[in-house]
């Protein structure tokens, strides 16, 4: 059954005291008996991916070591399927040991629906992304955008952790945020690529953006899973960064 990404609430409006409005996670063709499809898919895609990526990788991390200092890898614990916490691979993009304050903020702000977390792209239109973040480097200002920090997560596919589609991981802190509806996007792997990155990523609210990782889990299937990964090439190379 297809739902629309609005379906999961009445008017577009969910709150955690209309459980009844709420249509859970069903995770039984998620990881039933076609999911070991989902999981080959995911080593033989990422293994071709890091074979093809390898020399633009390297020549990445010598400009981020040369960049500022540092280490060329970020390491953080992020949250798997169920809440199990994973060290989670991006490429440094912001200054070393810079203060999370400012994200920290931003993020109660995103999940909470308050319209301080948006800006206005080149557009006008409203986005929800961090407004002049201090911390970013000039090199990482440019990988953000192209979404090429998020390489190393291919290692993150391989050892399981991750998988190339599915919801994305949240750290820690922004849990605490979540209302009880929100925990829901936890059941699944979460993901380097998903329904809400080719569905208008920093335009779309964090609300919508769970509806949109229940939506995917629910109606999952390996041929959806390749569309979304077809469309995930045009999004970033128009550069339309997310959160």
């Not at 990788?57 to 200092?69: F, G, N, R, Y």
């Not at 059941?187 to 609300?207: E, H, I, Y």
């Amino acid at each position: 059954m297809k739902h629309d990404a609005t379906a999961y609430a009445v008017g577009g409006n969910f709150t955690a005291a209309s459980p009844r409005l709420f249509i859970p996670v069903d995770t039984s063709n998620y990881y039933g008996s076609s999911g070991w499809m989902k999981r080959t898919f995911d080593i033989v895609f990422a293994s071709l991916m890091l074979l093809v990526a390898g020399p633009l990788m390297l020549v990445i991390a010598l400009l981020v070591k040369k960049s500022s200092p540092g280490p060329v890898m970020f390491i953080q614990e992020r949250l798997g399927r169920d809440g199990t916490p994973f060290r989670f691979y991006k490429f440094r993009s912001m200054n070393h040991n810079s203060d999370d304050a400012i994200h920290r903020e931003f993020a109660a702000m995103f999940i909470s629906g308050d319209d301080d977390a948006c800006s206005a792209n080149s557009s006008g239109e409203k986005v929800f992304k961090l407004k002049r973040d201090p911390r970013i480097t000039a090199i990482g200002a440019f990988l953000r955008k192209t979404s090429l920090d998020e390489l190393p997560q291919l290692l993150n596919i391989l050892k399981g952790e991750m998988t190339l589609v599915g919801p994305r991981p949240p750290i820690a802190y922004e849990i605490e945020n979540y209302q009880p509806w929100h925990m829901e996007r936890l059941k699944a792997v979460p993901g380097l690529t998903g329904l809400w990155q080719v569905s208008g990523r920093s335009s779309v609210s964090f609300d919508e953006m769970v509806r949109l990782d229940i939506r995917y889990i629910n109606e999952w299937s390996l041929w959806k899973d390749i569309v979304i990964m077809a469309k995930t090439l045009p999004v970033v190379l128009k550069g339309t960064g997310g959160y």
